[in-house]
């Protein structure tokens, strides 16, 4: 099953080209944090990790600039500081 799941997420990088990707709110893309914590962890940690970034990597967010930081609130009420965000979204 791990491998089913490794196997996956390449196949997803060679079909599905950057430019046509959604835009990750996370400095490491969900596609390669699962691919990561799968093939470190297995497959159990990939699962979990798979789960909470669709859970949390949504459109449905919010940015607060606190002065010296950015943090990023998901609907879920989840909190990420800005060295875990891409920068793609702190320009926003």
């Known amino acids: 099953m791990k491998s089913i799941l490794l196997l996956s997420i390449k196949s997803y990088w060679i079909l599905v080209p950057k430019s046509r990707r ?6 490491t893309s969900c ?6 914590q799968t ?6 940690a990939g699962l979990q ?4 970034r669709i859970k949390n990597c949504n459109p449905n967010y919010q940015i607060i ?4 930081e950015k943090i990023l609130v998901t ?5 990420f500081r800005e060295k875990e965000l891409s ?5 926003k």
């Open 22 to 27: 959604r835009k990750c709110l996370f400095k």
């Open 31 to 36: 596609s390669h944090y699962v691919y990561q």
């Open 39 to 44: 093939k470190e962890k297995g497959l159990q």
């Open 49 to 52: 990790s798979l789960h909470f």
């Open 65 to 68: 600039d606190l002065g010296d």
């Open 75 to 79: 609907k879920t009420n989840k909190v």
């Open 87 to 91: 920068e793609f979204i702190l320009k």
